[in-house]
């Protein structure tokens, strides 16, 4: 009589985490597409109340809604399309560094424009955007779970660089 035995597969740590960076940047790709629709389309009205501090009508309407003349909701767009590409496992599986500097970087800089992007609504429009916060929160989730896995993702690629 033939004994099977099943391993029951288990995820690491780390594959959570790729798993977590590829839901984050279709959720924000989802988020930002729906942004820039509305930007481009006025017969589009965001989802979302449009009096006191809630009003993503002002925040997304305001002078800081642009920078150097390209709408947040097209740049953001871009970052997560960019974001998508670098996060499919083909990207995470790539076979020299730079894919993975690229994506650090990509996170670095979305982080500080989310900052920015955060002071001008409490500071200057006074007005949060729930979709934006939305994004804002993805955006950081996909810089932790990045940051927090640099050297993972650049261990196996130092290695075979070696080779």
């Known amino acids: 009589m033939q004994i099977v035995t099943h391993e029951r597969a288990t995820l690491s740590p780390w594959s959570i985490r790729k798993t977590v960076v590829l839901a984050a940047t279709l959720f924000g790709l989802g988020i930002s597409t729906y942004l820039t629709i509305a930007h481009y389309d006025t017969h589009v009205v965001l989802a979302c109340a449009e009096n006191g ?6 925040v997304t309407t305001s002078a800081q809604s642009k920078v150097f003349g390209i709408p947040v909701a097209v740049l953001g767009l871009a970052f997560f399309v960019a974001m998508v590409g670098l996060s499919l496992p083909r990207a995470w599986q790539a076979r020299t560094v730079r894919v993975a500097q690229v994506r650090l970087a990509s996170v670095i800089v979305g982080i500080g424009f989310v900052f920015y992007l955060v002071y001008s609504e409490l500071f200057t429009i ?3 955007c729930l979709w934006c916060s939305a994004v804002h929160v993805l955006t950081l989730i996909l810089f ?12 196996a690629v ?5 080779d």
């Open 53 to 58: 501090v809630i009003n993503c009508g002002k």
């Open 158 to 162: 130092a290695y075979e660089d070696e």
């Open 144 to 155: 932790v779970a990045i940051v927090t896995g640099w050297d993972e993702a650049t261990e």
């Open 126 to 128: 006074r007005a949060i």
